[in-house]
Nanobody
Framework: QLQASGGGLVQAGGSLRLSCAAS????????MGWFRQAPGKARLFVAA???????????SYADSVKGRFTISRDNAKNTVYLQMDSLKPEDTARYYC???????????????WGQGTQVTVSS
């Protein structure tokens, strides 16, 4: 299971750090991703980080968040983080974490999903 937390209400320009804690199995070998979905909109890729191994630690970001968001993971804690800085009102959405066997921006490539956490950025 994946449990996302850390969402909340923040003013534009502020920061939040989302956490995604895994339980029930070890996800260190999985790529982990963050997606977001605003009401009435499609679920969109935000960021992903590869699993452990020779190429572990590779990251990928949506253009809209590059330079503002940072994804990281702590395999000892079975947790993935999304540090979000310089937040904008258009970042408002429900954020979901997910696990995949490969590093991908495609939501269909993810096998496990968390329940999401709401992020609201006021102007």
């Amino acid at each position: 299971q994946l449990q996302a937390s850390g969402g909340g209400l923040v003013q534009a320009g502020g920061s939040l750090r989302l956490s995604c804690a895994a339980s029930g199995r070890t996800f260190s070998g999985y790529a982990m991703g963050w997606f977001r979905q605003a009401p009435g909109k499609a679920r969109l890729f935000v960021a992903a980080i590869s699993g452990s191994g020779g190429s572990g630690g590779r990251t990928s970001y949506a253009d809209s968040v590059k330079g503002r968001f940072t994804i990281s993971r702590d395999n000892a804690k079975n947790t993935v983080y999304l540090q979000m800085d310089s937040l904008k009102p258009e970042d408002t959405a429900r954020y979901y974490c997910a696990a995949s066997t490969l590093l991908t921006a495609q939501s269909g490539g993810y096998d496990y999903w968390g329940q999401g956490t709401q992020v609201t950025v006021s102007s």
